[in-house]
């Protein structure tokens, strides 16, 4: 019943986020703070979730193009993660995502870079041309090294594109850590806390290797995921 009413409710708000912010995107299409004002209305939605999201993201006082990586579960993460997305960041998404009804339009409007996933030569011209958009426009873009949703198998194994645009760009990479909402159900009142918090940049340029940086990467988020799912646990049993 729970589950019912909310999509009841959450619906239709989505679909007048798509569309209003669509519009918005028109005015000022491929702007490169589209992104960050529809994900942070996105990430507004969490408490119609029954989720208490902090979020944690240092101040920068001078802007600098970063690659930002994520942790990718669920479903969820357009609710949470969101809520982390910093100034002049786009992301970079499948080239389907465009013909997904409402979402689509609006993530294309937004100047986020679509990709061929499928296709490994048309991938390798796109970080080509990822690190030219943060070079030329100083953008920062924000990716998915596990390149699917884990779906509660816990951290996999990262792939190497982000990384290998960080090296290139010569731009630190930021990793944005979100703890495990696998256990979050639509037809719960109140699925507790999830933290998403932004760790300190890592400077790319001494290493060699996109394979050393992921490594180092990936371990620092597989803790950091511990340390946040420790705290959320504490949080929920004192509420």
Known sequence: MIAL?????????????????????????????????????????????GIKLIVRVPKRSVYTPQVFIANHQNTYDLVTLTAAVSEGTVSIGKKSIRWLPFFGQLYWLCGNILIDRNNRTSARKTIDQVCQRIVDKKLSVWMFPEGTRSRGKGLLAFKMGAFHTAIHAKVPIVPVVLSTTTNFKLNCLNNGYAIVEMLEPIDSEPYHTAKALAADCQQLMSDKIVTLDREVSILNQRN
């Not at 708000?13 to 589209?34: A, D």
């Open 5 to 49: 009413l909310r999509i009841l409710l959450i619906l239709p708000v989505f679909i007048l986020i798509c569309t209003t912010g669509s519009i918005f995107c028109l005015i000022r299409p491929f702007h490169k703070n589209n992104t960050l004002v529809i994900a942070r209305t996105l990430g507004a939605l969490a408490p119609l979730f």
